[in-house]
């Protein structure tokens, strides 16, 4: 408040001012400062005033600076010590709000305040018996505040011990199982930190019906009489907050204190506390609580301290254990139900297998069927031609000319329909997985798509009715490689033909000794330009883009692709007005 005013009227005269709350901070100040006039407290904590101004008279670069006590000390002894040291004038408090400003004005325009003649001797004895007075003052409070950093490094040391202990005893029962060896421990730690002469722990049961007690006996713990839930302790047990702790006089004060005389909880002349045991898991509901006394001295604030972090120690270890015990429970449950997953799996893929054969039997049966139409017109063939064949056969005389061309005309007949046969046979084998389709063989190309194709329309993936146009004129088409190979290749290439539904598809080879070239051409509906691009990359189907008009490439065209890639062959996508034209090239050396 005196700074405040201070600084108004002086800030009104046109001065700047600047301030310090203790004496060393002030010579900082005024060292690096190097003010015109100092206003000097004499009170000041630390350092007095008397002692600040023979510290500033001793820096040099403050001279010229004028020190002015401010102070309510207006004996005359204490107007002459401060002129003794160092101070230039004196000015008393209360200040007078309308003559200081004139007082400093005064004082900065030359006024300077003298000690009378002689004075100057008795002024630094009574300065010297208040540097003594302070010094042992100082020395009482430094002794003082020694002895109650030793009681504080006593204490120090004695919690330092009980929370090592704490902390040994909260690792040794962290792999405890058993409940009732957690109880022991700790309450037993319990007892001897604190000297206890009784001891009460109480739970609720595992039933929820009631809270079971445990009690120091000799060197052991024993069960005590239970209490109902309704019990008027419980409801004071509870009704204290978070973490207290009811002990002493607080304890005494409240009914709770009658009610643990009833029970043989604590001793009338001793010294108790009850502690809380709350749920972390349930909103802090009320699992039990502790009880203990002893005849000797009332609780520290430490002690009880120390007993709430053993009641939760106690409170976590025994939840911790309920929960390891229930996951135990749990991980036996999962493994007899992850071996009755196992073996439920394994009926499934049983059934799965059986299902698999049966869709095998069905599909089989279907293609054995369309197979077996497939094969009646060849058979037929053969019937009709072979009776025609026996007849002339069967005739005395030699055939006559006529006669012999249409003996060789049903030969061919027969030779068609049996290489129909043969072929439609061949492809069906390897279907079935009974013919060499994943071996390296020689193979005859247009062999394989005569066969391919009399399959694919027995199996309804190309229709019967669909115009397809042979032109098979490549010179060579032995070739030496996977059979299963080509024939996914050329069913990649009906799907794509398919995907256009055309009216009509186009199948021509051509090359010399060295290459085979592969056309394929329908004339269904185009695909745009942008898409040809991408025609041949993976996972085409993964893109649900579909183009605004026609139709997309096939999705097998990058198996394509990638068979041809190993054959050291080529497949392209060329583009046409109408439908698409696909290009296979492979190296025949």
């Known amino acids: ?44 904590p630390g350092l007095s005033g008397f002692e600040v101004a023979t510290k500033l008279r001793q820096i040099g670069a403050l001279d010229a600076t004028l020190i002015v006590a401010l102070t309510a000390k207006t004996m005359r002894s204490d107007r002459e010590t401060a002129l003794v040291t160092g101070c230039d004038g004196f000015i008393s408090k209360p200040i007078d709000p309308f003559l200081f400003v004139g007082q400093v004005e005064a004082y900065l325009g030359g006024h300077r305040d003298r000690l009378e003649g002689g004075r100057e001797g008795a002024a630094l004895r009574h300065f010297s018996q208040q540097v003594v007075d302070h010094l042992e003052t100082q020395l009482r409070e430094s002794l003082e505040s020694n002895r109650k950093l030793l009681e504080a490094q006593v204490e120090l040391e004695q919690r330092s011990r009980h929370l090592s202990r704490l902390l040994a005893l909260s690792k040794d029962i962290i792999p405890i199982r058993d409940k009732g060896e957690i109880q022991f421990r700790v309450l037993d730690q319990l007892h001897q930190e604190l000297h206890l002469d009784q001891l009460r722990s109480y739970r609720l049961h595992e ?74 898991s349930e909103e802090g509901q009320l699992q039990g609580f502790l009880a203990a006394d002893r005849l000797g001295p009332a609780f520290q604030p430490f002690e009880i301290e120390l007993a709430a972090l053993y009641a939760g120690i106690l409170q976590v270890s025994l939840e911790n254990a309920e929960l390891i015990a229930h996951l135990d429970q749990t991980s036996q449950a999962l493994g007899t139900s992850y071996k009755g997953m196992e073996s439920t799996y394994e009926a499934l893929k049983e059934a799965q297998r059986a299902l698999g054969a049966q869709n095998q039997k069905t599909a089989l049966g279907s293609l054995f069927m369309n197979m077996a139409q497939r094969l009646q017109i060849p058979v037929r063939t053969l019937q009709e031609e ?25 030969m061919d007949q027969i030779r068609g329909a049996i290489s129909q046969v043969d072929r439609l046979v061949r492809a069906l084998l390897r279907r079935t997985g009974q013919g060499e389709a994943t071996s390296p063989e020689w193979i005859h190309l247009h062999d394989l798509l005569r066969q391919e194709l009399d399959l694919m329309v027995a199996e309804g993936s190309l229709p ?21 190979d080509f024939a996914e290749v050329f069913g990649h290439l009906i799907a794509h033909v398919m995907e256009g539904q055309p009216e009509h598809v186009s199948i021509r080879t051509w090359g010399g000794h060295s290459h085979f070239r592969l056309e394929v051409e329908d004339d269904g509906a185009p695909i745009e330009a942008s898409l040809l691009d991408g025609a041949f990359e993976p996972f085409l189907d993964l893109r649900p883009v579909l183009p605004k008009e026609g139709r997309r490439p096939g999705i097998g065209l990058a198996a394509c692709a990638q068979l041809m890639n190993a054959y050291g062959g080529s497949v392209q996508i060329l583009p046409a007005e109408r439908g698409s034209l696909v290009r296979l090239g492979l190296p025949m050396e």
């Open 464 to 484: 019967g009715d669909l115009p397809v146009a042979l032109n098979l004129q490549a010179s060579r088409d032995l070739l030496f490689g996977v059979y299963s």
């Open 207 to 280: 039933s929820g019906a009631y809270f079971q007690g445990l009690g120091k006996a000799g060197t052991g713990f024993e069960e005590t009489e239970v209490l109902p839930l309704d019990h008027r302790l419980l409801a004071w047990a509870g009704s204290l907050p978070a973490g207290g702790v009811l002990a002493g006089a607080d304890l005494r004060q409240s009914p709770a204190w009658e009610q643990g005389i009833d029970l043989s909880l604590w001793d009338p002349r001793a010294q108790a506390l009850l502690l809380p045991l709350r749920s972390r």
């Open 1 to 44: 408040m005196n700074w405040r005013l201070v600084q108004r009227l002086l800030s009104q005269a046109g001065y700047e001012m600047h301030w310090a709350d203790n004496g060393l901070k002030g010579c900082e100040a005024a060292a690096a400062l190097k003010p015109a006039l100092i206003l000097l407290d004499i009170n000041l």
């Open 386 to 410: 072979s009776v025609l064949l026996s007849a002339f056969m069967d005739r005395s005389n030699v055939p006559a000319p006529v006669d012999r061309e249409e003996c060789h005309r049903s």
